[in-house]
């Protein structure tokens, strides 16, 4: 997009009295098409061409350049489920304790979990519910809830760097 083009969304963003639409959030993006920009912290992709189970979700990702996402600060988290909240729908976050019960790990980067958004009870599931989902029910509000990563399918959540021309920076 060219920049007086950008300057002009942007303002047309800016004058906006309402909340921006996704749309909009898109038009706004340093990212990749289809990605959304939380400033600062990078782009996102909330998948909703599919639902998968978490490796392929993980797997599309990956594909599609990125990562399940992985949140390290109440902002970041804030952000996310502010468009989630728009979109109404579960989501893979890229959270696991496969192989290690009850020790959470981010599996992109290998980071112990240090900040979280469980929902209330959570995680409860032991060793069957290895897998991190962003929740729309139960009154979770996008709080994350451990859930078993083949048997149930939501849409992947992708995070990646900034994107400028073809090249990830
Ligand atoms: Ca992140
Ligand atoms: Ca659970």
């Known amino acids: 997009?060219?920049?007086?083009?950008?300057?002009?969304?942007?303002?047309?963003?800016?004058?906006?009295?309402?909340?921006?639409?996704?749309?909009?959030?898109?038009?706004?993006?340093?990212?990749?098409?289809?990605?959304?920009?939380l400033p600062g912290y990078g782009c996102y992709l909330f998948d909703l061409n599919w639902s998968l189970d978490w490796l392929q979700a993980a797997r599309n990702c990956q594909k599609l350049g990125g990562h399940l996402v992985e949140i390290e600060t109440q902002d970041e988290q804030n952000g996310l489920t502010s468009i989630a909240r728009i979109i109404g729908e579960d989501f893979w976050i890229g959270l696991t304790d496969i192989g290690h019960d009850g020790n959470y790990r981010w599996m992109y980067s290998g980071n112990e979990?240090?900040?979280?958004?469980?929902?209330?009870?959570?995680?409860?599931?032991?060793?069957?519910?290895?897998?991190?989902?962003?929740?729309?029910?139960?009154?979770?509000?996008?709080?994350?809830?451990?859930?078993?990563?083949?048997?149930?399918?939501?849409?992947?959540?992708?995070?990646?760097?900034?994107?400028?021309?073809?090249?990830?920076?």
């Open 1 to 37: 997009m060219n920049s007086i083009c950008h300057s002009l969304l942007l303002l047309l963003a800016l004058s906006h009295a309402q909340p921006l639409t996704l749309v909009e959030l898109e038009a706004r993006s340093e990212c990749q098409p289809g990605w959304i920009e």
């Open 113 to 169: 979990v240090s900040y979280t958004n469980w929902a209330a009870n959570e995680p409860d599931g032991g060793i069957p519910q290895s897998c991190v989902m962003m929740f729309s029910g139960y009154g979770y509000d996008f709080g994350w809830t451990d859930i078993k990563c083949t048997e149930w399918s939501a849409h992947p959540l992708c995070e990646a760097n900034y994107y400028q021309g073809r090249k990830m920076y």
